[in-house]
């Protein structure tokens, strides 16, 4: 069975990939290791993508993106991209699970979190240190939390916590937020929401479960206890570049190297989404470059016959 496209991914770029390559006749197969959605399928509100009804959550916005891949005849797999090798044809994609024949690839595999790298972190993680408030915030209510780092992703999901902790605290390296200011007026007028700035997590503490942190201000070098019970990690991003960057570009912190048509330095291999060097990584550009990639696998695919 050979495909004219291998998407790898199935979060927004991915789906947004798959929805126009079959709308393009061709033939698609989506493999995603986990489950369908990438990063906004722990996204509990998605206000800006343009379009998106009040309330809509990310696996709701996913799930739809998901149907409508189907409608159009995308198959969907769960299997794990090793490698691939270019062949007279196109391309033997290796997975964990065998090896799949397809004319392109398109790769779509996003970012997940960073980590904050301090002691005690891996430790707990899971014991109060999670990286997902939709996942882990019903677990603290009534209970205090800190949640690190300044970007949008911090601020909406301090926000989120207000719903279930008592107490929320933003510990951020600088002296002002990097998230839109519409979130940080929101932040400025929630009482439950209190600020540490110009200042990191030096250790997070707990036997078994967090109990506390300690927090170094950067500026003078004093270091305060605070007790907490759950630490919530939002400190950015890294893509999900691992098994493509020793055949693919990318930059400094390994996020693939597009041209405008989403090709790749190999003919025949493109990426989109967040996993590639871009300046903005929101839904509406992942699938934008979902979108463009597909159109140029056609354009490809077409040129092959
Ligand atoms: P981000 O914008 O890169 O912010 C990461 C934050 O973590 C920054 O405040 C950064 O500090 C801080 N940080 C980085 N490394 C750190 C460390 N080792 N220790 C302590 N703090 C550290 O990442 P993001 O918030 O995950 O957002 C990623 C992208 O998605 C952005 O483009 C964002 O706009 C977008 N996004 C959009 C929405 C939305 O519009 N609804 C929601 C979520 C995400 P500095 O500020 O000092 O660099």
Excluded at 92 to 108: D, F, H, P, Y
Excluded at 205 to 222: A, D, F, M, Q, R
């Amino acid at each position: 069975m050979s495909y004219d496209t291998i998407i790898v991914g199935a979060g927004p770029a991915g789906l947004a990939a798959g929805i126009y390559a079959a709308r393009g006749a061709l033939k698609v197969l989506i493999i995603e290791k986990g489950g369908i959605g990438g990063q906004i399928a722990t996204s509990w509100e998605i206000e800006n993508y343009p379009g998106s009804p009040p309330n809509s959550t990310g696996p709701g916005l996913t799930e739809r993106m998901r149907q409508q891949c189907e409608e159009f005849g995308v198959e969907f797999a769960n299997k794990t991209y090793l490698d691939s090798q270019k062949t007279a044809t196109g391309f033997i994609v290796e997975t964990e699970s065998g090896k799949l024949e397809t004319r392109t690839i398109i790769v779509a595999t996003g970012a997940e979190p960073r980590l904050i790298g301090c002691k005690g972190e891996q430790e707990l993680r899971g014991m109060g240190v999670s990286y997902c408030a939709t996942c882990d915030a019903n677990f603290f209510k009534g209970l205090k939390v800190a949640v690190i780092g300044g970007g949008d992703t911090a601020l909406e999901e301090a926000l989120y916590l207000t719903k279930f902790a008592s107490e929320i605290i933003i510990i951020h390296r600088r002296d002002e937020l990097r998230g839109a200011k519409i979130l940080q007026q929101r932040i400025q007028e929630n009482e439950k929401i209190s600020m540490m700035l110009d200042s990191v997590v030096a250790e997070i503490n707990g036997n078994g479960l967090v109990e506390s942190i300690v927090v170094k201000n950067v500026k003078t070098g004093e270091m305060t206890a605070v007790p907490v019970d759950g630490v919530f990690v939002f400190v950015g991003q890294k893509p999900n570049s691992e098994a493509f960057v020793a055949q693919l570009e990318s930059d400094t912190q390994n996020y693939l190297i597009t041209d405008d048509e989403m090709r790749t330095n190999i003919a025949g291999i493109f990426a989109a989404g967040d996993v590639r060097r871009k300046s903005l990584r929101q839904v509406v550009t992942a699938t934008a470059d979902g979108a463009i990639a597909a159109v140029n696998v056609i354009k490809y695919v077409e040129e092959l016959k």
